[in-house]
């Protein structure tokens, strides 16, 4: 693992920030308004049907799940008090927390969990529908407890790693008999949370306030009001903070530059920390079908080429790292330490694409007949920058790429159905567990057109196999150990590339405290979250 | 009164097939866009399985064929019905409405800003041709027209909001302070104040160029002369015989330029965050959202053909000879 002298300075700071910030030793101060930047808004505010960062920035505020992440990144129960699972792992069952009222007054019962579970969560969830799939029934033998019911093993690790994300309880009596994804809760969400929901207006803001019978009491929650605010341009945005007017951006909703910038500013936090659960890669996936490219050692030589370490410190100014592989170094229970497999050597890259048959025609001239096309995924800096790198550092070695931009709908479009690209960068989101959305990008079987999957042609049965075993293994250090198998086969044959790992950018002014102190703080409830006085 | 209207109605007739173009010619041309609103929906969300997406697709109508779809629509639209959006969830024409208040108030703002700055600008300009002042004002006119409004509202915004804190640097109103009456009006001014500056002073800089030149062109003119002859004051002859003969062209020009600045508006209520239909229109394409697209088109096309109708009644006003028909 490399350690840029930038990130020695951000963890710095950070470290400088949780010991001797503004209000250190302060007990919590209640009141006051949190405003919140958002680049874009999304079309539901209910985190049981979709899944999304956009959509828990807001909503899981108001909504909870079961589960959540602790400080240490270990599952810590929210609306569930405890849980335990059968030895088949058939079988887990959830103790609910009691006394817990809905927004709307209505006591937090069984069939809220049976109802969100079996119509929401493995009907209309994206990542849950494949997660839930083999989830038989969820029965409820009191008002307080949960049985999940599945036809295949479910690991408890699994389960409660997926929670977090994919648990979110929606009020049965809102919902039942109604159509879920067109129910006017959905944009007026009714939760347990922290904060009530107050008002949105769509294209301009959203307002939560405080719920004065939240069920943790001691004060909480200390914010009287949070107000999201949608600011799309990524200038206006920073100007925004600056000026005050917000106290915080998640999500790398600013530009790099801005905020490389701001972390220079002693009015800001800038910092990775509490996004450690949102880690994603920024990736090169290669299309087999392409003939140079179904060639194992020409997609190794494209991955030499490229200097990660010039491109981590230039273009994303340090907030990142070198990729190790399909697991990021940030997932303790199922990360191994390894060194980044494919170290920049243009020299090998030349001599490996030399002995697959593709020399230079000349001096100078480039190794394939065709250029290669590539699609860089329009998700922001990381991915449009990556595409640019990718097309210079190749060129470097007698590869010749022609960048074909588009927007998302057309990339997605272009990649995941038509499959016409050879080459495209994208981003690639862990979630907590590798069998919840990571494994897919390497399984064979996905149906044409589903986004974020192997759509490149990669069919190695050896991967399958040792996808399939290690997702029903419920021992946890056997299933760590076999995800390394995984982890071997996804480096060597490199359909993807996972260069680059890094965490979503928190920026957020030095008043806001008691925050960031859980590995997905920006999608938690924000219940022990306050603001010190100017 | 019973002629115009009459007049009205004709013109409303004749707009209804150019309509019918526009509306069919971006149906189709939307169908080239790779991509559906579903593809969005799915870039949102960051994935989503096969089955999800297909029922999606059968929910917003995209299972059919392209001329069976633009038929469905081209029937709901004789019912005046502009269908549901998909972004929002709701009624096209109630997302339009909700955003069209917005839109008017800015552009109308910052129309009614640039064409009477631009005129009083002019008018200086010219009767004190080569003078200081028309050098001093025709080199801000050039500053004005090179600037592009979108980096012109963001150093306004890094100026008067970030450095100065005069102003706000974006949104519509102060957010959940529950203004009314004349304190909502100034909060509401405050917020447009910086909007209005940088999409109107490139329309401000071709105004007042205008106004100059067709003020000088006036001025050479035989009654103008007849007018000095009759002994009438400089400031009687500008106001009463120039400045109405040369307004004709500027008022040609804020038909024209009406739609421009819807186009412009984009960007400006972008950097500014406004809620407007210009950002609902960008919007609505990036998500792919068909029905939102064509209502904003449609909803634009009437409001364009309604600015040059007025134009040409006004023309009527200012010069008796010409007669709307």
Redesign the interface.
């Given at each position: 693992m490399q350690t840029t002298r930038r990130q020695v300075l951000v963890a710095g700071s950070a470290l400088a920030v949780a010991g001797g910030g503004p209000a250190f030793g302060q007990a919590p101060q209640r009141g006051g308004?949190l405003?919140v930047q958002l680049t874009?808004e999304?079309?539901?505010l209910n985190p049981a049907i979709?899944?999304?960062?956009?959509v828990y920035v807001m909503a899981s505020k108001i909504v909870e799940p079961l589960v959540d992440l602790d400080a240490q990144g270990e599952p810590v129960g929210v609306l569930a008090e405890r849980w335990e699972g059968s030895a088949d792992g058939l079988t887990h069952t959830f103790h609910l927390r009691r006394g817990v009222q809905w927004h709307d007054g209505k006591p937090f019962v069984a069939k809220d969990v049976q109802f969100s579970a079996m119509e929401c969560w493995k009907k209309?969830l994206?990542?849950g529908?494949?997660l839930y799939q083999f989830l038989e029934a969820v029965q409820t033998p009191d008002e307080h407890t949960a049985v999940f019911r599945f036809s295949k093993p479910m690991p408890q690790g699994l389960l409660l790693r997926a929670l977090p994300d994919l648990g979110h309880v929606i009020p049965a009596h809102v919902y039942a008999g109604t159509d879920i994804?067109?129910n006017p809760a959905?944009?007026a969400p009714i939760g347990t949370g922290p904060f009530v929901f107050?008002?949105y207006?769509?294209?301009?803001?959203l307002?939560a306030e405080r719920n004065p019978n939240y069920w943790r009491g001691n004060g909480q929650p200390y914010l009287d009001?949070i107000?999201w605010?949608?600011?799309?341009?990524r200038?206006?945005a920073s100007?925004?903070l600056?000026?005050?007017?917000v106290q915080f951006s998640p999500y790398s909703g600013l530009a790099l530059s801005d905020i490389s910038r701001l972390s220079k500013d002693a009015r800001y936090t800038v910092s990775t920390r509490g996004n450690e659960g949102n880690t994603a890669h920024t990736v090169m996936e290669m299309n087999l079908r392409r003939a140079e490219l179904a060639k194992v050692e020409v997609r190794r030589a494209l991955c030499h080429a490229l200097d990660l370490g010039f491109f981590i410190e230039n273009f994303l100014y340090g907030y990142a790292k070198l990729g190790t592989g399909p697991i990021p170094s940030s997932s303790a229970p199922f990360y191994v330490p390894r060194s980044a497999p494919y170290p920049f050597d243009r020299a090998k890259a030349e001599r490996m694409l030399d002995d697959a048959g593709y020399k230079r025609p000349s001096r100078g001239a480039m190794r394939f007949a065709q250029p290669l096309k590539l699609l860089p995924a329009p998700w922001g800096e990381y991915t449009v920058n990556f595409a640019t790198f990718i097309q210079q550092s190749l060129r470097e070695i007698g590869v010749r790429v022609e960048i074909e931009a588009?927007?998302?709908?057309?990339?997605?479009?272009?990649v995941y159905r038509?499959h016409n690209f050879d080459l495209t960068t994208g981003w690639h989101?862990y979630r907590n567990d590798p069998a919840v959305?990571t494994t897919v990008w390497f399984r064979t079987g996905?149906?044409?057109?589903?986004?974020?999957t192997n759509q490149y042609g990669y069919d190695n049965p050896a991967m399958d196999r040792a996808i399939d075993v290690a997702a029903t293994e419920l021992d946890p250090t056997k299933r760590k150990a076999l995800y390394q198998d995984f982890v071997k086969l996804a480096v060597d044959d490199v359909p993807v590339h996972c260069a680059v790992e890094h965490a979503f950018i928190s920026v957020y002014s030095k008043r806001l405290m008691g925050s960031h102190n859980t590995p997905r703080w920006s999608s938690s409830s924000w219940h022990d979250a306050w603001l010190a006085p100017a | 009164m019973k002629r115009i209207g009459g007049l009205a109605l004709r013109r409303l007739a004749q707009s209804v097939p150019v309509l019918l173009i526009i509306l069919i010619g971006l149906f189709l041309l939307l169908q080239l866009?790779?991509?559906?609103?579903v593809?969005?929906?799915?870039?949102?969300?960051?994935?989503?399985?096969?089955?999800?997406?297909a029922r999606l697709r059968q929910?917003y109508g995209l299972d059919v064929s392209v001329p069976v779809q633009l038929g469905r629509y081209l029937v709901r639209l004789l019912s005046f019905d502009l269908g549901m959006s998909?972004?929002?969830?709701k009624p096209v024409a109630s997302?339009i409405f909700?955003?069209l208040a917005v839109t008017a108030l800015f552009m109308s703002c910052a129309l009614a800003f640039a064409f009477s700055a631009g005129l009083v600008l002019g008018v200086l300009a010219a009767r004190r041709v080569n003078g200081w002042p028309d050098t001093l004002i025709s080199t801000l006119g050039l500053v004005f027209y090179a600037i592009p409004s979108f980096w012109l509202?963001?150093m306004l915004?890094?100026l008067f909001?970030?450095k100065l804190?005069w102003l706000?640097?974006?949104?519509?109103e102060s957010?959940?302070q529950g203004l009314t009456g004349l304190a909502h009006v100034l909060d509401v001014a405050r917020h447009l104040v910086l909007p209005i500056l940088s999409l109107s002073l490139i329309f401000l800089a071709i105004y007042l160029r205008l106004m100059r030149a067709s003020m000088l062109e006036v001025m050479t003119l035989d009654f103008v002369r007849t007018a000095r002859a009759k002994g009438l004051s400089e400031g009687h002859v500008l106001r009463r015989h120039v400045l109405r003969n040369a307004l004709l062209p500027m008022v040609t020009f804020v038909g024209l330029q009406f739609s421009t600045m819807l186009g412009g508006s984009v960007v400006v209520e972008?950097?500014?965050?406004l809620?407007g239909l210009g950002?609902?229109a960008f919007?609505s394409v990036?998500?792919?959202d068909l029905n939102t697209l064509l209502g904003i088109v449609l909803v634009s096309a009437v409001l364009v053909i309604v600015v040059n109708f007025i134009v040409d009644l006004l023309y009527a006003k200012l010069d008796p000879r010409i007669v709307a028909r």
């Open positions: 308004t405003t874009s999304q079309r539901v979709q899944a999304s960062t956009g209309i994206n990542y529908t494949t994804r067109t959905n944009t107050k008002q207006e769509r294209g301009q803001y307002i009001r107000v605010r949608f600011i799309s341009d200038a206006a100007a925004a600056e000026s005050g007017q588009r927007d998302a709908p057309g990339f997605l479009t272009g038509d989101q959305s996905s149906p044409v057109g589903a986004p974020w | 866009a790779p991509g559906d609103t593809d969005a929906l799915l870039a949102q969300m960051g994935g989503g399985d096969a089955a999800v997406a929910d998909a972004i929002y969830g997302v909700e955003r509202g963001l915004i890094v909001s970030v804190a706000p640097p974006g949104g519509f957010i959940g972008s950097v500014f965050s809620p950002r609902l919007e990036v998500q792919r």
